[in-house]
């Protein structure tokens, strides 16, 4: 039942962001929905965890393209740390930095319709993006962190940055990341 309320709470925010948009709706029984919609930036881990430290039980609903890499591993471990579920619905992606936030549910569910993706860490110079090794390596020791497989931080960071890895129902034995549809 709250998995429904979920859906519709998450689907009322979603149209009107476009910036990262971090907030919570009270799902009843003591769980609570925190979507986290838009560009992740710095700042946000800030803006997630006062929401966190507020909700013993949470669902955390993802619609992102990603953003930057450090708030996105510390909204991931806060997550985990709390034993919180993360979900991507119908219809929305969550991408980049966003895909790596998803891994860190202590359980994870992907709507039929929903898209998950990685691709490796980078930065940009003169309007180019360049893989960087140092970005992999951080990604590479927060998957270890939550306990994933090396297959999985070889999944997270085997596409090049302009183009991303799409998470199926066929392929998370090979990615190593278990997941509800």
């Known amino acids: 039942m709250y998995r429904f309320a979920a859906l519709l709470a998450f689907l009322c925010l979603a149209p009107a962001a476009k910036a990262a948009e971090i907030q919570s709706r009270d799902l009843g029984d003591g769980v609570h929905l925190i979507t986290v919609i838009g ?7 800030e803006r997630f965890r006062t929401l966190a430290l507020r909700h013993e039980q949470a669902i955390v609903a993802l619609a992102s393209e990603g953003g930057a890499l450090t708030p996105a591993l510390e909204i991931g471990r806060l997550i985990n740390l709390r034993g919180y579920v993360t979900a991507v619905f119908n219809s929305f992606t969550c991408s980049s930095a966003c895909a790596l936030i998803w891994t860190a549910g202590t359980k994870r569910f992907l709507h039929a319709g929903g898209r998950v993706g990685f691709h490796a ?5 003169g309007g180019r993006k360049i893989e960087g090794g140092i970005g992999n390596a951080l990604v590479g020791r927060y998957l270890t962190q939550l306990g994933m497989a090396e297959r999985t931080i070889i999944f997270s960071t085997m596409a090049t940055p302009d183009s991303i890895t799409w998470l199926t129902k066929e392929n998370k034995e090979q990615a190593g990341i278990s997941f509800d549809v």
């Not at 860490?121 to 110079?125: A, F, G, I, L, R």
């Open 121 to 125: 860490s980078h930065y940009e110079s």
């Open 39 to 45: 560009t992740i930036e710095a700042g946000d881990e």
